[in-house]
């Protein structure tokens, strides 16, 4: 049985042997590809001794079961109530600006959003922030310096990023759940906005809601339509 790969802290223990009072932050988003619905971005922190703390089946989001991500979550929530332990934020953007900016420019919006939250970094001098991906977005913080970097499947090796995913993905959801109570026929509380069959039988069957991307190719197509019928 192959095992499930597991975050670790190293990369925040590397930073923190050049930076001793950085804060090192991971951050992660959920909701780059669905045809509706905002992109969320998360940002955690984790101080050193909090640590042992965490759940110890923490691990990137995308291989947790549902039920062991709402766990997971609250978890965290609840030691974040020490925010000397643990600092947890997200910050969305809209389908409707998603529309307007992109969806690059958004995600990385979002995620500046969610560091600007973390307010322990304006009594620091470095601050780092870890970025899962390939493309290392212009961010800042206020910390007196700011250094991003990086890391390809970062939610998988690295501890905070995972944090971070965790809490990007369990408030989409729940963004998403709400959306379904409003547009029931587009099947929102099982595909979470991702272009999933029935999502498209419903939008072929019921057209745009003012949370599509209308951005994003199937649903410009369907609103194609919509002008030629």
């Given at each position: 049985m192959k095992l499930k790969p597991k975050p670790n802290f190293k990369h925040e223990e590397r930073w923190l042997a050049a930076y001793p009072d950085a804060m090192v932050i991971g951050l992660d988003e959920a909701g780059r590809g669905p045809w509706a619905g905002p992109v969320v971005a998360g940002a955690a922190w984790i101080a050193p001794d909090a640590v042992n703390a965490l759940p110890s089946d923490l691990a990137d989001s995308k291989i947790l079961s549902e039920a062991s991500r709402q766990r997971i979550y609250h978890q965290l929530k609840a030691l974040a109530e020490d925010p000397t332990r643990l600092q947890l934020a997200t910050a969305s953007v809209s389908a409707a600006d998603i529309d307007q900016i992109g969806i690059l420019t958004a995600t990385f919006q979002a995620m500046q959003m969610a560091v600007d939250q973390l307010t322990d970094s304006k009594h620091r001098d470095q601050a780092?922030?870890?970025?899962?991906?390939?493309?290392?977005?212009?961010?800042?913080s206020s910390a007196k310096h700011t250094h991003v970097e990086a890391i390809i499947k970062g939610d998988r090796q690295v501890l905070s990023i995972a944090a971070a995913a965790i809490m990007a993905k369990y408030d989409r959801d729940q963004d998403m759940l709400t959306l379904a109570q409003e547009y029931p026929d587009y099947q929102w509380h099982k595909n979470k906005g991702y272009g999933t069959a029935d999502h498209q039988s419903a939008l072929d069957a019921y057209g745009v809601t003012p949370y599509h991307r209308t951005s994003f190719r199937p649903v410009a197509r369907r609103m194609t339509k919509e002008k030629m019928s």
């Open positions: 780092v922030l870890l970025v899962d991906g390939s493309l290392t977005p212009e961010l800042s």
